[in-house]
């Protein structure tokens, strides 16, 4: 069973960086892309960053380039989303997720199968 739990949420003033932490097991990294989607209430889910688990194609949305980083550590099972340069519109609930190759490259981790729970982080002006 493939189980995923996200960590290091908070409240950080813009400009600040944060680092979320995900948990994974049940799965290898070498067969499912690992990825994190966003959300605010009441708006459409936004793929954030993903890597495939073929060729470690690594996908980042636009509004995120640039200033935000994910890692993966295989041994340790734990992905990571480093974030920087963070700003108020970035505040939402972070998911981490895994899931298919095809929705990776296509920008889509919110699309993967499995999901952790979300970890709220949310940037002050």
């Known amino acids: 069973e493939v189980q995923l739990q996200a960590s290091g949420g908070g409240l950080v003033q813009a400009g600040g960086s944060l680092r979320l932490s995900c948990a994974a097991s049940g799965f290898s990294f070498a067969d499912l892309a690992i990825g994190w989607f966003r959300q605010v209430p009441g708006k459409e889910r936004e793929g954030v960053s993903c890597?495939?688990?073929?060729?470690?194609?690594?996908y980042y949305s636009d509004s995120v380039k640039g200033r935000f980083t994910i890692a993966s550590d295989g041994a340790k099972n734990m992905i990571y989303l480093q974030m920087n340069s963070l700003k108020p519109e970035d505040t939402a609930v972070y998911y981490c997720?895994?899931?298919?190759?095809?929705?990776?490259?296509?920008?889509?981790?919110?699309?993967?199968?499995?999901r952790g729970q979300g970890t709220q982080v949310t940037v002050s002006s």
């Open positions: 997720a895994a899931g298919t190759d095809f929705n990776c490259v296509r920008g889509r981790p919110y699309e993967f199968g499995s």
């Open positions: 890597i495939s688990s073929s060729d470690g194609y690594t």
